[in-house]
């Protein structure tokens, strides 16, 4: 057995050599002496103070701890990540969403990533003083996701229809209308039509409003009668915009200070869900067949007031675009400490590196009236012609052949593998995102 340092002691401690060699070698060893490690980081951590009381010095310890131990889960996932995605998968058989996935490695594979206890303490904190358990998520997804293999299967079973989407279609297909919180989809005709209704909050997004948006997104697929979609933001109660439609002010700051925005259940859900769903259409049948197991519909999206953030990324998987004159679009993700998703992978593809520098780096706010907005805008009315314009476009896109050309448009705009790396990097840059001052000592 391993003897171990004491991270108590002054110094640096690194992770011990040997068990760095049974990270690489056979699966039995390495996940023993993974959970032997972690249990005793875990074990050190118990008896210092919570987070947010520690000493510099405590800091220093855990932080140095933590870090050991994280070394080991690296060399792990880069020896071992198609193989725990087999067993977790049974061999690929069992299409488990992101926090199925996270939850079944958890019991699995001891120490790889956090336990639903951990996560739930966690919970209880603001941002400032948790523990960071979710970097070790980041990492694992990372991996994952880089994995041809496994990552493919990964996005592939997230692109499959929600259990709460399959128990609400029949209710949703008799009526042609749901009201899902923040979130009210509706068919007229062969439009479903998605109102954003975050009326006091300008539409920003939290694990309850991302959850209800791939709900309706699946609804609004597998709908039958539904032939367009149409996403727009429903008329606010907010004191500085009283009466009038916004679109979305991207991602809830006040949330994410509290510590309730969670790196699986909605930032890494988010664009690996809904976003990628309204891009790619759903899987829904059977991937060996050789008939297309996919269902895609084309969507408009219309933007009142502003879309940012969150609300800008949609905008960048939407098939046709329009805006009201007066609106504007905007990636704060700098300014707020964050990674705009897939946000700079296809705003550099579709408006070039440099406009894609000024907005998420800069912060610049692209108004619909500028130049540049044609490049991500496809109509601008004045807000009074707006309604019509949109009916206008929802009948213009519904040809026949629409389908198969925007699937081969996307195959050939954003691969899949591509998308996938991108994720990749963006599920561990996020997770250090969201723990930042901790994470730069580590």
């Not at 068919?187 to 109102?195: F, I, P, S, Y």
């Not at 389908?403 to 599920?427: K, Q, S």
Request: hydrophobic residues 40%; negative net charge; charged residues 25%.
């Amino acid at each position: 057995m391993t003897t171990r340092q004491d991270p108590t002691a002054a110094g640096h401690p690194q992770a011990p050599e040997e068990d760095l060699r049974a990270m690489r070698g056979d699966l039995a060893t390495a996940r023993a002496a993974l959970a032997d490690a972690a249990a005793h980081t875990e074990d050190l951590l118990a008896i210092l103070p919570v987070p947010a009381e520690r000493t510099t010095g405590q800091r220093t310890v855990a932080a140095e701890a933590i870090d050991v131990t994280r070394t080991l889960r690296e060399m792990f996932l880069r020896t071992h990540i198609d193989a725990v995605h087999d067993e977790l998968t049974a061999g690929r058989t069992r299409h488990l969403r992101l926090a199925e996935l996270a939850e079944a490695a958890a019991h699995a594979f001891p120490g790889l990533v956090p336990t639903a206890a951990q996560l739930d303490e966690e919970r209880t904190r603001t941002q400032a003083g948790k523990e960071g358990h979710e970097i070790d998520q980041g990492l694992f997804f990372s991996h994952l996701l880089r994995s041809p293999v496994a990552g493919t299967h990964l996005l592939e079973s997230m692109l499959r229809p929600t259990r709460r989407a399959l128990d609400l279609l029949d209710q949703y297909v008799a009526t042609g209308r749901i009201d899902l919180g923040p979130v009210q989809l509706e068919r007229t005709g062969a439009v479903a039509r998605l109102t954003m209704t975050g009326h006091d909050r300008l539409n920003t997004e939290d694990s309850r409003q991302v959850d209800a948006m791939e709900t309706a997104v699946d609804l609004a697929m597998l709908d039958p009668e539904v032939e367009v979609c149409l996403l727009r933001g429903g008329e606010t109660t907010h004191p500085r915009h009283r009466g009038r439609r916004i679109f979305s002010a991207g991602l809830d700051l006040e949330a994410l200070a509290g510590g309730g925005i969670s790196l699986v259940d909605f930032l890494l859900r988010r664009e690996l869900g809904y976003l990628h769903k309204i891009q790619r259409g759903l899987i829904t049948g059977d991937s060996t067949s050789w008939r297309p197991a996919r269902v895609e519909k084309p969507w408009v999206a219309a933007v009142d007031g502003f879309a940012i953030g969150g609300g800008m990324q949609v905008l960048l998987v939407s098939d046709h675009v329009l805006a009201a004159t007066d609106s504007y679009l905007g990636l704060p993700a700098a300014k707020e400490g964050a990674v705009p998703g897939g946000a700079n992978f296809r705003l550099s593809a579709i408006g070039g590196p440099r406009l894609s520098r000024q907005v998420v780096l800069g912060g610049r706010r692209v108004h619909a009236g500028e130049p540049e907005a044609a490049l991500l805008i496809d109509e601008v009315h004045e807000p009074d012609e707006l309604d019509l314009a949109i009916e206008r476009s929802l009948d213009r896109i519904r040809g026949q052949a629409v389908v198969a050309n925007r699937r081969m448009i996307d195959i050939a705009g954003e691969p899949m593998d591509a998308f996938r790396l991108c994720m990749a990097e963006f599920a561990l840059q996020q997770a250090l995102r969201l723990y930042a001052e901790m994470s730069s000592t580590r």
